[in-house]
């Protein structure tokens, strides 16, 4: 199967996954300007499971999340490559919903994993997962990184301000 799927084929590659008795973790995200924080929440994830897959938000999906007028920076088919280079990710799906848990529903990870700005008890999709009998989990490093706060010492940097 390639590296970058369609939702559509997301329960096929769930049984292929359990025809050779592998694990499966979910990891989501916009990943809009990459950065160090992304890597290691996925390099965790990654060490959850045998397989990663990562669903990225589509452009519009990601405009509905209310992340500001100019969000995201970086196109869906950009961003989706960039996650598709990546060794630790080992599928990569678009997904255009609000929320993740349509994706949820056509994989069935065994593992669904979120970022550190959550606990196992604030993630939002763990009754979807629990409810066959998967897991949630939480990888990366503390919070210190985000899209939000680049783009603002970028903004500094364009102005001139000092404090960047």
Same mark, same amino acid.
């Given at each position: 199967?390639?590296?970058?799927?369609?939702?559509? %084929?997301?329960?096929?590659? &769930?049984?292929?996954? #359990?025809?050779?008795?592998?694990?499966?973790?979910? /990891?989501?995200?916009?990943?809009? @300007?990459?950065?160090?924080?992304? =890597?290691?929440?996925? +390099?965790?994830?990654?060490?959850?499971?045998?397989? @990663?897959?990562? /669903?990225?938000?589509?452009?519009?999906? #990601? +405009?509905?999340?209310?992340?500001?007028?100019?969000?995201?920076?970086?196109?869906?088919? %950009?961003?989706? %490559?960039? =996650?598709?280079?990546?060794?630790?990710?080992?599928?990569?799906? =678009?997904?255009?919903? &609000?929320? *993740?848990?349509?994706?949820?529903?056509?994989? +069935?990870?065994?593992?669904?994993?979120?970022?550190? !700005?959550? #606990?196992?008890?604030?993630?939002? %999709?763990? /009754?979807?997962? &629990?409810?066959?009998?998967?897991? *949630?989990?939480?990888?990366?490093?503390?919070? !210190?990184?985000? #899209?939000?706060?680049?783009?603002?010492? @970028? !903004?500094?940097? +364009?102005?001139?301000?000092?404090?960047?």
């Amino acid at each position: 199967m390639p590296k970058r799927v369609l939702e559509s %084929e997301l329960p096929a590659l &769930r049984a292929q996954a #359990t025809a050779r008795g592998q694990t499966v973790a979910l /990891a989501n995200g916009v990943f809009d @300007l990459f950065h160090v924080g992304h =890597l290691r929440y996925l +390099r965790g994830a990654k060490a959850l499971a045998d397989l @990663l897959v990562v /669903a990225v938000n589509t452009d519009a999906s #990601t +405009r509905a999340l209310g992340k500001g007028p100019n969000r995201p920076v970086v196109p869906e088919a %950009e961003r989706a %490559e960039i =996650l598709e280079a990546l060794e630790c990710v080992d599928h990569v799906v =678009l997904f255009s919903s &609000r929320d *993740v848990v349509p994706v949820i529903r056509a994989l +069935r990870p065994d593992v669904q994993v979120k970022g550190t !700005d959550y #606990t196992p008890d604030t993630i939002p %999709e763990a /009754a979807e997962v &629990r409810a066959y009998g998967g897991r *949630v989990a939480v990888a990366g490093d503390p919070k !210190d990184h985000s #899209t939000t706060e680049l783009l603002a010492r @970028l !903004d500094a940097a +364009r102005a001139g301000d000092p404090k960047r």
